[in-house]
Protein backbone atom coordinates (compact mmCIF):
# COMPACT_ATOMS: atom_id res chain seq x y z
CA UNK A 1 0.00 0.00 0.00
CA UNK A 2 1.67 3.41 -0.82
CA UNK A 3 2.12 5.71 2.16
CA UNK A 4 -0.20 8.27 1.55
CA UNK A 5 -2.99 5.31 1.27
CA UNK A 6 -1.79 3.43 4.56
CA UNK A 7 -1.87 7.07 6.67
CA UNK A 8 -5.07 7.52 5.52
CA UNK A 9 -6.63 3.89 6.32
CA UNK A 10 -4.84 3.85 9.86
CA UNK A 11 -6.69 7.53 10.19
CA UNK A 12 -9.85 6.00 8.81
CA UNK A 13 -9.10 3.24 11.50
CA UNK A 14 -8.32 4.92 14.41
CA UNK A 15 -12.08 7.03 13.57
CA UNK A 16 -13.79 3.56 14.03
CA UNK A 17 -11.71 1.63 16.54
CA UNK A 18 -9.67 4.32 18.19
CA UNK A 19 -6.26 2.73 19.13
CA UNK A 20 -5.54 2.96 23.05
CA UNK A 21 -2.20 2.71 24.33
CA UNK A 22 -1.69 -0.57 26.12
CA UNK A 23 0.08 1.06 29.03
CA UNK A 24 -3.10 3.82 30.37
CA UNK A 25 -5.40 3.11 28.17
CA UNK A 26 -5.84 6.63 26.41
CA UNK A 27 -6.31 7.48 22.92
CA UNK A 28 -3.15 7.56 21.41
CA UNK A 29 -3.32 11.37 19.99
CA UNK A 30 -0.09 13.86 19.74
CA UNK A 31 3.63 12.47 19.81
CA UNK A 32 2.48 8.78 19.62
CA UNK A 33 4.52 6.35 19.01
CA UNK A 34 2.51 3.57 18.12
CA UNK A 35 1.33 1.39 20.09
CA UNK A 36 2.84 3.92 22.79
CA UNK A 37 0.82 7.19 23.43
CA UNK A 38 2.92 10.67 23.43
CA UNK A 39 2.38 10.87 27.18
CA UNK A 40 3.88 7.50 28.28
CA UNK A 41 6.86 7.79 25.98
CA UNK A 42 7.61 10.43 26.73
CA UNK A 43 7.56 9.72 30.92
CA UNK A 44 9.70 6.86 30.02
CA UNK A 45 12.77 7.63 32.59
CA UNK A 46 15.51 7.48 29.83
CA UNK A 47 19.73 7.23 31.76
CA UNK A 48 21.54 9.55 30.59
CA UNK A 49 25.54 10.69 31.23
CA UNK A 50 26.57 9.65 33.66
CA UNK A 51 26.30 6.29 33.54
CA UNK A 52 28.97 2.93 34.49
CA UNK A 53 30.74 2.55 31.07
CA UNK A 54 31.08 -0.80 31.48
CA UNK A 55 27.12 -2.06 32.97
CA UNK A 56 25.11 1.43 32.03
CA UNK A 57 24.17 1.77 35.45
CA UNK A 58 23.42 5.84 35.78
CA UNK A 59 26.44 7.16 38.37
CA UNK A 60 30.12 7.20 37.93
CA UNK A 61 31.90 6.06 34.81
CA UNK A 62 32.89 3.00 37.55
CA UNK A 63 29.98 1.66 39.71
CA UNK A 64 30.98 -0.32 42.60
CA UNK A 65 30.10 -3.54 41.28
CA UNK A 66 32.06 -3.10 38.04
CA UNK A 67 35.34 -1.82 40.42
CA UNK A 68 35.25 -4.86 42.34
CA UNK A 69 34.89 -7.12 39.41
CA UNK A 70 35.41 -6.50 35.91
CA UNK A 71 32.47 -7.50 33.61
CA UNK A 72 32.77 -10.75 30.99
CA UNK A 73 31.62 -8.01 28.44
CA UNK A 74 33.14 -5.01 26.88
CA UNK A 75 30.28 -2.36 27.62
CA UNK A 76 27.02 -2.47 28.62
CA UNK A 77 24.31 0.43 27.69
CA UNK A 78 20.31 0.71 28.75
CA UNK A 79 17.88 2.81 27.27
CA UNK A 80 15.70 3.48 30.76
CA UNK A 81 15.05 2.81 33.84
CA UNK A 82 12.84 -0.41 34.62
CA UNK A 83 9.88 1.55 35.88
CA UNK A 84 6.47 3.23 35.80
CA UNK A 85 5.46 3.47 32.02
CA UNK A 86 8.18 1.53 30.46
CA UNK A 87 7.55 -1.11 33.23
CA UNK A 88 4.18 -1.65 32.07
CA UNK A 89 4.79 -1.91 28.20
CA UNK A 90 7.53 -4.12 28.64
CA UNK A 91 5.06 -6.63 30.73
CA UNK A 92 2.24 -5.77 28.21
CA UNK A 93 4.76 -7.05 25.59
CA UNK A 94 5.80 -9.81 27.17
CA UNK A 95 2.79 -11.62 29.01
CA UNK A 96 0.23 -9.35 26.95
CA UNK A 97 1.47 -10.74 23.30
CA UNK A 98 1.39 -6.67 22.60
CA UNK A 99 4.36 -7.52 19.64
CA UNK A 100 4.02 -3.86 18.08
CA UNK A 101 5.33 -2.72 21.27
CA UNK A 102 8.99 -4.11 19.71
CA UNK A 103 8.82 -1.32 17.62
CA UNK A 104 8.68 1.63 19.76
CA UNK A 105 10.94 0.00 22.34
CA UNK A 106 13.21 -1.10 20.06
CA UNK A 107 14.00 2.70 18.56
CA UNK A 108 14.17 3.35 22.29
CA UNK A 109 16.74 1.66 22.55
CA UNK A 110 18.39 2.52 19.64
CA UNK A 111 17.35 6.54 20.12
CA UNK A 112 19.07 6.44 23.52
CA UNK A 113 22.04 4.33 22.88
CA UNK A 114 23.32 3.92 19.42
CA UNK A 115 25.03 7.38 19.36
CA UNK A 116 27.45 6.15 22.24
CA UNK A 117 28.03 3.06 20.70
CA UNK A 118 31.61 2.02 19.63
CA UNK A 119 32.29 1.33 15.96
CA UNK A 120 32.43 -1.61 14.20
CA UNK A 121 29.74 -3.64 15.14
CA UNK A 122 29.16 -6.78 12.57
CA UNK A 123 25.94 -8.22 13.90
CA UNK A 124 23.12 -8.18 16.59
CA UNK A 125 22.06 -11.23 18.76
CA UNK A 126 19.26 -11.88 20.50
CA UNK A 127 19.26 -13.07 24.01
CA UNK A 128 17.53 -16.94 22.72
CA UNK A 129 14.42 -17.27 25.33
CA UNK A 130 14.16 -20.75 27.06
CA UNK A 131 12.25 -23.01 24.19
CA UNK A 132 9.14 -24.03 26.54
CA UNK A 133 8.45 -20.14 26.86
CA UNK A 134 8.87 -19.29 23.72
CA UNK A 135 6.48 -21.72 23.02
CA UNK A 136 3.83 -20.29 25.34
CA UNK A 137 4.56 -16.91 24.45
CA UNK A 138 4.35 -18.04 20.88
CA UNK A 139 7.94 -15.48 20.32
CA UNK A 140 11.09 -14.01 21.85
CA UNK A 141 10.90 -10.51 23.27
CA UNK A 142 14.67 -10.09 23.11
CA UNK A 143 14.71 -10.88 19.00
CA UNK A 144 11.91 -8.69 18.35
CA UNK A 145 13.72 -6.14 19.62
CA UNK A 146 17.06 -7.23 18.06
CA UNK A 147 15.54 -7.20 15.09
CA UNK A 148 14.48 -3.78 15.26
CA UNK A 149 17.98 -2.62 16.77
CA UNK A 150 19.49 -4.62 13.64
CA UNK A 151 17.60 -2.76 11.19
CA UNK A 152 17.60 0.58 12.61
CA UNK A 153 21.69 -0.29 13.07
CA UNK A 154 21.68 -0.83 9.57
CA UNK A 155 23.71 -4.50 10.63
CA UNK A 156 22.51 -7.53 10.11
CA UNK A 157 20.53 -9.84 12.72
CA UNK A 158 22.00 -12.97 13.73
CA UNK A 159 19.50 -14.74 15.93
CA UNK A 160 21.21 -18.57 15.94
CA UNK A 161 25.04 -18.05 16.98
CA UNK A 162 23.68 -18.44 20.78
CA UNK A 163 21.27 -20.69 21.23
CA UNK A 164 20.43 -22.62 24.48
CA UNK A 165 21.98 -26.17 25.53
CA UNK A 166 20.07 -27.21 28.75
CA UNK A 167 16.86 -25.77 30.18
CA UNK A 168 16.53 -23.30 32.67
CA UNK A 169 14.52 -21.82 35.61
CA UNK A 170 12.76 -18.41 34.76
CA UNK A 171 14.55 -16.27 36.54
CA UNK A 172 12.66 -14.46 37.97
CA UNK A 173 11.68 -17.34 40.31
CA UNK A 174 15.51 -17.39 42.12
CA UNK A 175 17.24 -14.81 44.24
CA UNK A 176 20.16 -12.79 42.86
CA UNK A 177 22.57 -14.95 44.05
CA UNK A 178 20.23 -18.74 42.12
CA UNK A 179 20.04 -16.69 39.23
CA UNK A 180 24.06 -16.98 38.19
CA UNK A 181 23.83 -20.59 39.00
CA UNK A 182 20.91 -20.94 37.20
CA UNK A 183 22.39 -20.07 33.42
CA UNK A 184 26.02 -20.78 34.25
CA UNK A 185 26.91 -22.38 30.83
CA UNK A 186 23.30 -22.73 29.83
CA UNK A 187 24.44 -20.86 26.40
CA UNK A 188 26.76 -21.77 23.17
CA UNK A 189 27.44 -19.61 20.78
CA UNK A 190 28.53 -20.27 17.20
CA UNK A 191 32.30 -20.36 15.48
CA UNK A 192 30.86 -17.45 12.81
CA UNK A 193 31.40 -15.21 16.17
CA UNK A 194 35.09 -15.89 15.72
CA UNK A 195 36.51 -11.89 15.36
CA UNK A 196 33.59 -10.21 15.44
CA UNK A 197 31.95 -7.39 17.30
CA UNK A 198 28.87 -8.86 18.85
CA UNK A 199 26.04 -6.47 20.02
CA UNK A 200 23.69 -8.93 22.19
CA UNK A 201 19.96 -7.74 22.77
CA UNK A 202 17.30 -7.99 25.82
CA UNK A 203 14.85 -6.09 27.49
CA UNK A 204 15.48 -5.99 30.87
CA UNK A 205 19.10 -5.82 33.12
CA UNK A 206 18.07 -7.25 36.37
CA UNK A 207 21.40 -9.07 37.51
CA UNK A 208 23.07 -9.41 34.34
CA UNK A 209 23.49 -13.12 34.87
CA UNK A 210 21.86 -14.11 31.64
CA UNK A 211 23.46 -11.47 29.88
CA UNK A 212 26.87 -12.34 31.26
CA UNK A 213 25.78 -16.27 30.54
CA UNK A 214 25.33 -15.53 27.14
CA UNK A 215 28.69 -13.10 26.90
CA UNK A 216 30.81 -16.15 28.37
CA UNK A 217 28.96 -18.60 25.54
CA UNK A 218 30.32 -15.72 22.72
CA UNK A 219 34.13 -15.21 24.31
CA UNK A 220 34.24 -19.22 23.95
CA UNK A 221 33.23 -18.88 20.54
CA UNK A 222 36.19 -16.27 19.81
CA UNK A 223 34.13 -13.32 19.83
CA UNK A 224 36.61 -10.21 19.51
CA UNK A 225 34.48 -7.68 21.43
CA UNK A 226 30.43 -7.96 23.33
CA UNK A 227 28.38 -5.45 23.91
CA UNK A 228 25.12 -5.86 25.86
CA UNK A 229 21.84 -3.68 25.08
CA UNK A 230 18.79 -3.76 27.09
CA UNK A 231 15.45 -1.61 26.51
CA UNK A 232 15.21 -1.02 30.79
CA UNK A 233 17.53 -1.51 33.53
CA UNK A 234 16.63 -2.33 37.44
CA UNK A 235 18.37 0.32 39.36
ZN1 LIG B 1 -0.16 5.71 27.42
ZN1 LIG C 1 29.00 -0.89 36.47
Redesign the pocket.
Known amino acids: MPGGVAALATAVLDLVFPAL?P??E?RLGAGRRDP??G??WDAIARIAPPYCDACGMPGPPCCARCAAEPRVWDYARSAARYEG?LREALHAFKFGARRALARPLGDLLVEQCAAALPQGVACVVPVPLAWERERERGFNQARLLAERVATRLGVPLRPRWVARVRTTQPQSDLSAEARWANVLGAFRASAAAAGRHVLVVDDVFTTGATLAACTRALRDAGAARIGVLTVARVV
Open positions: CVCTLCGCP
